[in-house]
Structures are given as C-alpha cells and as structure tokens.
C-alpha cells in the first residue's frame, strides 16, 4: 500500500485499527510514533548498484489504555508529514514491537489496516547461482512401472 492509498481509506473512516498478520488486532490504544522516509542505498550480491525508499509508520502501545488515535487524527499527523519532510508516494512499512521490532508491509480490508509478512530476496539470482525453483503440479507428475517403492519391496 502507498501512502496516497492509506489516505484514501483513511477518508471513509473514522477509527483507525490494525491486525497483525495472525489477525490479532494491535491494541486500540496504539500510538503513531513516527511517520518518515527511508531511502536504502545498497549493493547486491551480484554487484548492482541499488536504491529503494519507503514511507516508514511506527507503531507504539503505551499503558495508556484510553487513548485512541481517530482516522482524522493521523490524516493530520500524515499531512503534517508530508510538508515537513517532503513525502514522496512510496510504499509503506510499519514497525511494530512484539518480541522483536517486525517490519510489515500495509494492506487493507475494506475495515482495517492489515500488517503483511515482508520477506527477504535475492535479487541477483541469475548471478550468483542460485536456482530458481520449478513449479510442477502434482497432478502432472507420473509413477514409474518400479517395484522399487512397491509394497512389499523393502524401500523403506
């Protein structure tokens, strides 16, 4: 999800709520904590130069359980960020602390916001040889005529 699509739904709401990818709601009583622009520049195993930016949201649940952060609250808190920063409309990661600090991607159900696995990649596979995995169906896969794994033969 970009930014621009995170403010579109955020225009048809009222209260802002998120699910961990469990479907675990995040407390109602979560903070925005930062709303930022992370550019990565980096190189990858095969060499190529690199650069990637996201919008980056951060999540924080305090012990203060009356809290709640309304949709118009972080349309402001958003806005705000945009003429501050200069906020271009990149993708955006939400971190959240459960054990660890996670980083998701952002969806949405057409009620609430929905924190997405991310997943590592490489992204020079052609050049530093690792294959890339076949899809084969099951259904298209044929047994060999091999008393080899029959019963009876002893394979296992």
Request: glycine share 10%; aromatic share 6%; with cysteine.
């Amino acid at each position: 999800m970009k930014l621009s699509n995170i403010k579109d739904e955020l225009a048809n709401l009222t209260e802002v709520r998120f699910l961990l990818p469990d479907g675990t709601p995040v407390p109602p009583h979560f903070h925005v904590t930062e709303i930022g622009q992370i550019t990565k520049k980096f190189i990858d195993c095969g060499g190529t130069m690199r650069s990637e930016s996201v919008i980056s949201f951060q999540l924080y649940t305090a012990d203060d359980h009356d809290h709640r952060l309304g949709a118009q609250k972080l349309q402001k808190i958003i806005a705000l960020s945009e003429t501050k920063l200069g906020l271009e409309d990149h993708d955006i990661e939400v971190e959240y602390q459960g054990d660890t600090i996670g980083k998701y991607g952002l969806g949405f159900n057409g009620r609430e916001f929905l924190l997405q696995p991310t997943f590592t990649d490489c992204l020079a596979k052609d050049g530093c040889g690792i294959p890339e995995k076949k899809k084969v169906s099951l259904s298209s896969l044929t047994v060999k005529d091999s008393p080899a794994c029959a019963p009876g033969s002893g394979c296992c």
